[in-house]
C-alpha cells in the first residue's frame, strides 16, 4: 500500500504549497496528492477550492490569485519545487474543473513525467480525453465527495446503503472509458467492495485516512493507495515496508 501526502499531507503548513510539499517528501510519503484548475490566463494553478469567497478561481488571472493567495503555485512552479527535492517524486493529479486536462497535454508529453504521476477527478470524460491521448497514463475515477458532507456517526450507515449501487454505477463508467483505477471515499469500502472492484482487475485509491487503526484496516482489504493528511505517522507503518511501483 502506498502513502500518499493529501495536499501535501502537513497541517503545520497551508495546504497545496511549496513547504507541505516539501514537508510529503522528507517525511516519506510515496506520492504527494494535488489540486488542479486553471486561471482566467489558462495556467494550471494547485487550489483545492474551485471559489475563492465565493468568487470562481477561473475568474482570477495567476497574478490575481497570487496576490490573494501568497503560496499559490502553478504547475511549472510546483514541478520546479519537487523535482529541487526528488527529481523521482510521484503525483496524483487531481483535476477539480472539466476543462484543467486540456492544459494538462503539454505536461504528459513528458513520458517520464507520465510514468510518474496518477491523474484523478470526478469528471470521467477529462479523463477519457487523456487516456485517449496517453493509453499508458494511470487514470482514477473519484467517487464519494458526498460523504464529506454527512456527519461523522452516520457515515458507516450511508456508505453501506449507498456503496452498492454507487460501486455497479462506476464499474460501468469505467469500463465504458477507459479507466483503472476507483478514487473512493474510505467510509465506502468494506471487504465486499474491494473485492467487487479487485476482482475485476481495477485499482483502489482511498481518501482521506488520518486513524492509523483504519490504514491497517484498508491495508489488510489490499488498498493499493491511502491518502492522508498526516504522512509523517502512515510513513511509519506502511512506506518503509510496502512502497514500491505504482500499480
Known sequence: MLVVAHRGGNPEDIENSAAAFIHGINVG????????QLSADGQIVIYHNVKYYGTPVSSFTTDELRGLIPTLLTMDELLEVVHGVDPRVRLVLDLKTRDVDRALVPYLENADLRSRVLVTSTFSFALWRLKRRFPDLR?????????????????????????????????????????????MQHHLLNDSALRYFQSRGIRVYTWTVDDPERAYELRALGVDYLTTNVPALMAQYFSDQDGGSMP
Open 29 to 36: 510519503a510515496d506520492l504527494l496528492e494535488c489540486d488542479l
Open 139 to 183: 487514470t482514477g475515477l473519484s467517487r464519494g465527495a458526498m460523504m464529506t458532507r454527512v456527519p461523522p456517526r452516520l457515515r458507516p450507515l450511508v456508505g453501506a446503503l449507498l456503496g452498492p449501487p454507487i460501486q455497479l454505477f462506476t464499474l460501468f463508467q469505467m469500463r465504458l472509458l477507459g479507466i483503472g483505477t476507483i478514487a
